[in-house]
């Protein structure tokens, strides 16, 4: 014979609601706000990350970096158009 004893349980989730992107640059933000689902809405301008990796023999041999650029930025710094 088996008997079963239930009780109601309410579980606490950490989820991400938002995030914040800053321009390396200009410190400019870009708020995300996820929605259900995991949909990453944008509030605001873009930013653009980039990653950039040096090869061997180079001036920076082996290093990785990693940054986030808004688009202000990169027109008026990089434009190559
Ligand atoms: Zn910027």
Redesign the pocket.
């Known amino acids: 014979m088996r008997k079963q004893v239930r009780k109601e349980v309410v579980k606490t989730i950490n989820t991400l609601v938002s995030h914040s992107t800053y321009?390396n640059?200009?410190?400019?933000e870009r708020k995300s706000i996820i929605e259900d689902g995991g949909y990453d809405r944008c509030t605001d301008h873009e930013?653009h990350e980039f990653n950039c990796s040096f090869g061997y023999h180079s001036n920076y041999d082996g290093e990785n970096w990693n940054f986030d650029?808004?688009e202000?930025?990169l027109k008026r710094d990089y434009s190559i158009v």
């Open positions: 321009c640059k200009c410190g400019k930013i650029l808004c202000d930025c």
